[in-house]
């Protein structure tokens, strides 16, 4: 790890490893869009432009949401005039996630392109972006965790070096991993499951993997008192896709009892996250149990977003059914 | 052809902007300096 690697200096612009990092991610991000858009038939413009739509969305909601967050800290530290300057750094996952969905859905909503579809095809580029975006962290002192004392351990990549050559957890690169991992189940799933679907696993995947994962860093995360800002925000995406899943489904055919399992069993399971991460802050537990819990809770609270009951299964039949036909 | 053309024109100049607009996840400012978490906590 090192510190901010700066390649070149453009009057007030500062191109670094992480910058270059963060384009590149972007091209194949689009790269990989464009290919799975001509897959799947639509037209080239139309992918091309929300591509133009969800990549200043996504800067401007990350940039939004950092400054929202530390406006304090920023107000002290670096003066409001701060905040435009985008040049200057300072971003969030989260905020990235959701002003991306904001300038596609601006798009779809104008442009009358179904926001589902587009949304779909997006989804496995906008994971393959956060895995280039994470690994480019190699070139910073951030996605740092644990420190890692035992030798048989400190080897790249489960663990790097940091800036004053203790070996840490490369938490990172998990992360990096964990995006290729939902890129390829989404690219998948573009083909298999109904409009929506594909981004809906990406959006919970991505929100499910950062709980954990971001209870991990010891870096200079975001948080509100011991909960990390990401984690909420997580949380958050993860209750608007139950709510919207649930609302449809209840909408459709009534109220089923797995709509009432799952919407009644989600608060308590967040309210475990919770005391989960105040006990890795305060409690003697041995963290390894915590963490397993917190595992065992996400997976459950993931088969409460994803799993919709039988007649999601019907409905992807008939879908395909359709799409065979 | 034409109007495809100007943009994929448009999104590399988007990309090119990114490499210079998002130098960095924290604040350049603060040097990579690895903050106590308090100074970027968004309650202090």
């Not at chain 1, 991610?25 to 858009?37: K, Q, S």
């Not at chain 1, 996630?97 to 926001?115: D, E, H, M, N, T």
């Not at chain 1, 995360?221 to 800002?229: D, K, S």
């Amino acid at each position: 790890m090192h510190e901010q690697i700066v390649l070149a200096e453009l009057g007030p612009f500062l191109l670094t490893a992480y910058g270059v990092c963060i384009a590149a991610g972007a091209l194949l991000a689009a790269l990989l869009t464009i290919w799975l858009g001509k897959r799947r038939k639509l037209r080239l413009r139309s992918v091309l432009d929300g591509l133009l739509c969800g990549i200043p969305g996504a800067l401007l909601g990350a940039r939004i949401l950092y400054c929202a967050v530390t406006i304090e800290s920023i107000s002290v530290n670096l003066g409001l005039e701060f905040i435009p300057k985008l040049w200057e750094g300072g971003y969030t996952l989260f905020g990235g996630v959701w002003g991306g969905l904001a300038g596609i859905a601006l798009y779809a909503r104008f442009s009358g392109q179904k926001l589902s579809v587009l949304l779909d095809v997006m989804a496995p580029g906008a994971a393959l972006f956060l895995a280039v975006a994470r690994l480019g962290e190699y070139f910073t002192t951030q996605g740092l965790g644990f420190y890692i004392f035992d030798e048989a351990f400190q080897w790249f990549p489960f663990a790097v070096q940091d800036a004053y050559g203790y070996w840490m957890a490369s938490v990172f690169v998990y992360e990096a991993l964990a995006a290729l991992l939902i890129a390829a189940l989404c690219a998948v799933l573009l083909f298999r499951e109904k409009p929506g679907g594909a981004a809906g696993w990406f959006l919970a995947l991505l929100s499910l993997s950062q709980i954990l994962l971001d209870s991990w860093r010891h870096d200079g995360y975001l948080r509100f008192g011991f909960v990390h800002v990401n984690q909420l925000a997580a949380v958050a995406t993860l209750t608007v896709l139950l709510i919207l899943d649930v609302a449809r489904r209840v909408k459709q055919s009534g109220w089923s009892a797995w709509a009432i399992i799952r919407s009644a069993l989600f608060v308590p399971l967040v309210g475990l996250l919770i005391l989960i991460e105040f006990g890795l802050d305060k409690s003697g537990i041995d963290n390894i149990i915590l963490y397993a819990v917190m595992a065992a809770v996400l997976i459950v609270m993931g088969v409460t977003v994803l799993h919709g009951g039988r007649r999601r299964q019907t409905a992807v039949a008939g879908s395909r059914a359709e799409h065979n036909g | 052809m034409r109007s495809v053309i100007v943009r994929i024109i448009i999104l590399a100049v988007v990309l090119l902007m990114l490499t210079v607009l998002a130098p960095s996840s924290t604040p350049v400012a603060y040097g990579e300096c690895r903050l106590p978490a308090a100074a970027v906590d968004g309650m202090v």
